[in-house]
């Protein structure tokens, strides 16, 4: 007989009885608050795709992102490109800004470059809503190394348009 530690190494829900796997369970439960076809829908993003970004979180209002930075990424200096490492916070800021289902694009965003990061340098960026009005919402985003060793620091400002993606 295989024990419950064996099968959920196999990821599979033994208790559920819904065939759901571990990783889609923890899917569900970093999806808190958030229609899955939301997740789903800002899963879809093409460029982040191609940049090999992860969606790791979303609740309403807040998104955690990661990113492994590869030798095609870097600058004539070898460190990570500034490019990279805005497009990884920007897209944790798009999944944040368009976690309630509205369309939202961006106004502004500005950032602050504070280390140099080299390839191979696993990146987690994370966005968080500080205010939110019925056009308008503001949003602190940071990126660090999975050491939490903060490499860059941003603000933006999202405009909220009166389209919907999902039903409300």
Sequence with gaps: MVGRSERAAEGVA?????GKSNNERVAEQMTEGVKPEIRRHLEN??????????LVEIHEGYAKCAMTVRPEMVNAHGSAHGGALFSLADFAFAVACNSHG???VALEVKINYLEAVLPGTRLIAEA?????????????????????????????????????????
């Excluded at 990126?143 to 603000?155: D, F, L, W």
């Design 14 to 18: 033994e208790w559920a009885g819904d």
């Design 128 to 168: 968080k809503e500080e205010a939110l009005g019925g056009r308008i919402g503001l949003y602190h985003l940071t990126v660090t190394e999975e050491s939490g060793k903060i490499v860059a620091s941003c603000h933006a400002t999202a405009y909220r348009k009166k389209d919907w993606f999902v039903d409300k």
């Design 102 to 104: 509205r369309v939202a």
């Design 45 to 54: 993003d093409p460029f982040a795709k191609s940049l090999g970004i992860e």
